[in-house]
């Protein structure tokens, strides 16, 4: 079955540091790869995705690269700032499933200024 | 375009009680997707329906069950609350042909 996984947290960092969440995934299919992020008290809002291999997502200066070859979609951003805490989810979904969607457990990041 | 409306955005039963929720997803989508979420259990998929049918289901006991109109809304329904379903519920909706989901802000349900 389809399954993600991806960096345990929390993560703190100070403002404008270096900002890297790893994922990996296992499909039975050519899943589609998507990053969400949940702010405090709302709902998730798809931050990025990527539908084949080699495609970068990119969105409010964070990017992932879908991997097949390593079976992975690590999130990245260059310089983070404190309004960039929230919790993480990477997630995949593809046909075989229904297109259902598989989430990662979630990796809370808090910036400090 | 409007986004996934869910309602209420907050709610606070007694044990014992049924709960409904509703959700509207984004017009043209035929697919709307039920997930709750937890502090120690995360997001967990309940089921998604597509078109009026039930197409995936999640491992959650019959106490919670939904339905979709024929407009795409959807209701979600827990009877014999426990204290244990306090959390906060999410509702995806998407084309249901892949390309994504949208959700909505969520129903926080609070069993006392």
């Known amino acids: 079955g389809n399954s993600v996984t991806q960096m345990e947290g929390p993560v703190t960092l100070s403002e404008e540091a270096f900002l890297t969440i790893n994922c990996t995934y296992t499909a039975t299919g050519y899943p589609s790869l998507f990053w969400y992020v949940q702010y405090p008290g709302e709902g998730l809002q798809l931050l990025l995705k990527?539908?084949?291999?080699?495609d970068k997502g990119s969105n409010k200066g964070f990017e992932a690269t879908y991997r097949k070859e390593t079976t992975s979609f690590h999130l990245e951003k260059g310089s983070v700032q404190v309004s960039d805490s929230a919790v993480y989810f990477c997630?995949?979904?593809?046909?075989?499933?229904?297109?259902?969607?598989?989430f990662g457990a979630g990796t809370t990041v808090t910036v400090r200024a | 375009k409007a986004g996934v409306t869910q309602t209420p955005r907050y709610l606070i039963k007694t044990r014992g009680q049924q709960v409904t929720l509703s959700c509207s997803p984004i017009s043209g989508h035929r697919s709307v997707s039920w997930y709750q979420q937890t502090p120690g259990q995360g997001l967990q998929f309940l089921f998604e329906?597509?078109?009026?049918?039930?197409?995936n289901k999640g491992n959650f006991p019959g106490r919670f069950s939904g339905r979709q109109f024929s407009n795409s809304r959807s209701e979600m329904n827990v009877s014999t609350l426990e204290l244990g379903d306090s959390a906060l519920y999410l509702c995806a909706s998407s084309t249901g042909q892949g390309g994504g989901y949208t959700f909505g802000s969520g129903t926080r349900l609070t069993v006392v």
């Open positions: 329906y597509f078109s009026e049918t039930q197409r």
């Open positions: 997630a995949l979904s593809d046909r075989s499933n229904d297109y259902k969607l598989s």
């Open positions: 990527a539908t084949k291999a080699d």
